[in-house]
């Protein structure tokens, strides 16, 4: 089944075409596609691998014995809600993590010292169930290259309302603009904020996209702004940084 979808709307960057990708509602082979999520952490170019999504079968939560079983279209906030309903820890953090179960694995999305990854079981990909330690991980980042179409989480009881509120206090200064988070990755010694900083790219714009004048590592659409102008920025900012620090800035940001 083909669904058009619009990515300027879609993506929480505000950038992409309007084109027909695949939804899948069953376990299958769908190594020709590229599988998205909720689109909060894409750019899309105007001609993009041919793409898939998630259909509404994916999205569920289940319970059985101590473990927590989410499909992959689920989103970020029904999980968290149903975690707050049911008394159960470790997922505050998805209050200010946009995003679907599938994108979040393949991420290993997080914030501070929490990830994802820290309280999963194992991730169902391509029909295949793979423990957490069979798979490779690090900050924001997996070698997961095929569907994630549900993931297994150990459960713990106890939701902490108190580090969800403090989780929501890291986030208040955020940029409002639509953006797509962190641009790049913070290298290990450093924040790539700060870097960005130190070589002006802080409010730095490019017709309608700019490093935003709030937090030098979220690239942001002031309105209207476009693909081309975001990769211009994109390979601006590695340069002035390698030039200044030596530092090869890996992108967090997925461009498609
Ligand atoms: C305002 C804002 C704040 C953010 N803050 C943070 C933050 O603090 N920490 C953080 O880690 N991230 C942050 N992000 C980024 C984003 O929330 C995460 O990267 C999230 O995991 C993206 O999920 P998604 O469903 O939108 O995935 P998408 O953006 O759609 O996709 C991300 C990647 O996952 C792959 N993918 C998605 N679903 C599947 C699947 N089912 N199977 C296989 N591959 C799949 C895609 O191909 C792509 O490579 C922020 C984003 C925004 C807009």
């Known amino acids: 089944m083909k669904q058009s979808i619009d990515f300027k709307k879609y993506t929480s960057i505000h950038i992409g075409p309007k084109i027909k990708v695949e939804v899948i509602n069953e376990i299958g082979d769908y190594s020709k596609y590229t599988v998205v999520g909720r689109g909060n952490n894409l750019l899309v170019s105007t001609t993009p691998p041919p793409l898939a999504i998630l259909g509404e079968d994916f999205n569920y939560i289940l319970q059985k014995n101590s473990k927590l079983i989410v499909g992959a279209s689920t989103p970020s906030g029904r999980l968290l809600s149903y975690c707050k309903k049911n008394n159960i820890a470790n997922f505050e953090l998805l209050a200010k993590l946009p995003g679907n179960i599938g994108g979040l694995v393949k991420m290993n999305a997080g914030l501070k010292k929490w990830e994802i990854f820290d309280h999963l079981y194992s991730v169902n990909i391509d029909g295949d169930i793979l423990l957490k330690d069979d798979i490779k991980y690090s900050y924001r980042y997996t070698k997961i290259n095929g569907v994630i179409y549900d993931a297994v989480f150990n459960i713990e009881k106890g939701y902490n309302k108190e580090l969800q509120k403090s989780f929501n206090l890291m986030r208040d200064n955020q940029p409002k603009l639509p953006s797509a988070g962190s641009c790049f990755k913070n290298p290990k010694e450093h924040s790539a904020g700060y870097l960005l900083e130190k070589v002006d790219m802080k409010g730095y714009t490019i017709g309608g996209m700019a490093f935003s004048s709030v937090h030098a590592n979220f690239l942001v659409n002031l309105g209207g702004g476009t693909f081309d ?28």
């Not at 620090?245 to 997925?254: A, M, R, S």
């Open 229 to 256: 102008e975001a990769i211009k920025l994109i390979k601006k900012a590695k340069q002035k940084v390698k030039d200044k620090f030596d530092i090869e800035l890996e992108l967090e940001i997925v461009i498609l």
